[in-house]
């Protein structure tokens, strides 16, 4: 099997996908256009493509079908890394659909898309930490049996702080992966905090994983560069965790999505438990709906942030359409009573030329602006 969902152009972008299916006029459809980066689009018998319709606007268009790959419409383009794994391009030219191939239409098709990968990117976390644990291992053994100067690289004071703040990392890694478990088989159509916790752990874990990963480089040395080690495969294999798998920037937009609801809108929900008791976690399988979608998750939590704050402190408040909305000014720049009581003239604090501090205040001090002056003129270009 295989999971077609993103495309050279907009990535795992499902709202702008371009894969089209044209109703064929006898209950099913012709689908054209091509899929990028498909694990296993090379030799996967059933292939499950996300597409939209040509005749339908909006999210009611959205198509999950199933391609079978020895078809002759279906065109295996390249294996797009140069590496010994199978991850495709194909395209589909005038691909016959049938109303039995179609899995899901409509929402239902977006949100198995979503909700997809909602599940299988989340083990990103556990791939990392996987990675990590093997890789010190091996650092860790590599250091202790090494002797430079008369003494073991491990009893090197600078070796010794690198695999604490590793090791660190790697426990923090765990920590909030595990946690991150919880949340997901205690999840609820009621309750969907999980999807703030899924983000963060494609994010986070997996850049901490290669700062692990650095730092344990700078142990093993050159070691790690040797073909029969697993350091070599680790250190190329990590990167592609958080850029490629889960890309960062994507995953940090979801965070500031559902960000903006765990600040400003709480509500009472139960404590999340340990969970290490056997269950059947089918809500994982029938998540229903996804988040809406459609809207940049940027401005809406700037303009919560905003209307967080004191009035005073409030800058211009985003409107829909982009158009700001002043802000109040604060009450000592308004004008008449409600500015408050203005103070005596005996009262008011005394103005001095710019450059000239009161007696005391330091000798030398008065020509400073002076000296200013004189090195922004020796800054500018020559005659």
Known sequence: ??????????????????????????????????KYYIGNGNVAGLV??????????????????????????????????????????????????????????????FDAALNTVNVGKFNLCTASIGICEHAMYEAIT????????????????????????AYTR??????????????????????????????MTKMKVTTEGEKVIDLMWDVIAAKGFETDTYFDKAARDI??????????????????????????????????PTRLDPADDTFLFQQGPGPRAGRDPLPRLAHRVRRARAPAERGPLPRAGGRPVRAAPHPRAQRGPAAGPRLPAGDRPALRPRGLRPAGAGAGRADRPRRRRAGRDLRRPGP
Not at 69 to 74: D, G, K, L, V
Not at 90 to 103: T, W
């Open 170 to 199: 790697l426990v923090a890694m765990k920590l909030f992966s595990d946690r991150a478990v919880d949340y997901f088989r205690s999840a609820s159509p009621e309750d969907r905090r999980y999807l703030l916790f899924n983000p």
């Open 48 to 109: 499950s493509v996300f597409g939209r319709r040509s005749d339908v606007e909006g999210p009611e268009g959205y198509v999950f079908f199933a391609a079978d790959s020895r078809h002759e419409a279906y065109h295996l383009v390249k294996n797009v890394v140069n590496a010994q794994m199978y991850v495709s391009e194909f395209r589909l030219d005038d691909y016959p659909v049938r109303a039995q191939d179609v899995l899901h239409t409509g929402k239902a098709a």
């Open 1 to 34: 099997m295989a999971f077609g969902l993103s495309e050279r152009t907009h990535g795992a972008d499902i709202y702008s996908t371009d894969m089209i299916l044209t109703p064929d006029g006898e209950g099913g459809f012709t689908a054209s256009g091509s």
């Open 239 to 272: 990167r592609g965790l958080p850029k490629l798998e889960g890309t960062v920037h994507v995953n940090l937009a979801l965070i500031l999505k559902f960000m903006a609801n765990y600040l400003f809108a709480p509500a009472e929900y139960p404590a999340v």
């Open 142 to 165: 590599h250091a202790d049996h090494r002797v430079l100067y008369g003494r073991k690289v491990t009893e090197f004071p600078h070796v010794r702080r690198e695999l604490t703040d």
